[in-house]
C-alpha cells in the first residue's frame, strides 16, 4: 500500500483522505485532531469539552470517558489532561445537583474520574499543578456532601 500510495499526487492524496474521512465519523474526527498543531491546545481542549457537554447532558458517562481518553491520546500537556478530567466530574456535579438524585453508577463514574485526577495530580507531583487544582477539587467535595443515596 505504502508504495502505492507513495506514487499518488498530491491532489489524488487529498482526494483519497477525504473520501475516507466521508466515510465514517470517526476518521473524520481523527484526522481533524491529528491535523491540530500544539499552539492549538485550547481548541482542541474545548473541543473535547463540548464532546463531554453533549455525551452528559445526553446521559451518555461512557462517551464522556471516552472523549478524556481521546484528549489523553492527542495531548501530552499533564494540565490540559487534569483540567478536562476535573471538567468531567464538574459537568456530571451540575447535573445531579440541576435534575435531582442519580443512578449509582452514574456517581461511580463521577468519582473514579475525580479518583484518576487525584492519582495523576499525586503520580506527577508537580505541586504547582496540585494547587492550580486543589480548590475545583475542593469545591466538588463540597458541593457533593450529601448528594446520592445516604
Do not use: H
Amino acid at each position: 500500500m505504502k508504495k502505492t500510495l507513495e506514487r499518488f499526487d498530491k491532489k489524488k492524496l487529498i482526494r483519497l483522505i477525504i473520501e475516507l474521512a466521508k466515510l465514517n465519523k470517526y476518521y473524520m474526527e481523527w484526522l481533524e485532531i491529528e491535523f491540530q498543531r500544539p499552539g492549538e491546545l485550547p481548541e482542541l481542549l474545548e473541543y473535547f469539552k463540548k464532546k463531554i457537554s453533549k455525551a452528559l447532558d445526553s446521559n451518555d458517562l461512557t462517551a464522556g470517558k471516552k472523549a478524556i481518553a481521546d484528549f489523553k491520546k492527542t495531548s501530552p500537556d499533564k494540565e490540559s489532561q487534569i483540567d478536562i478530567m476535573i471538567y468531567y466530574v464538574e459537568q456530571g456535579t451540575e447535573i445531579t445537583l440541576d435534575c435531582g438524585d442519580m443512578y449509582e453508577d452514574f456517581y461511580t463514574r463521577l468519582e473514579n474520574v475525580y479518583i484518576d485526577a487525584i492519582k495523576l495530580l499525586n503520580e506527577w507531583g508537580d505541586t504547582k499543578l496540585i494547587e492550580k487544582f486543589r480548590p475545583r477539587l475542593e469545591i466538588l467535595v463540597n458541593k457533593t456532601e450529601g448528594v446520592g443515596w445516604c
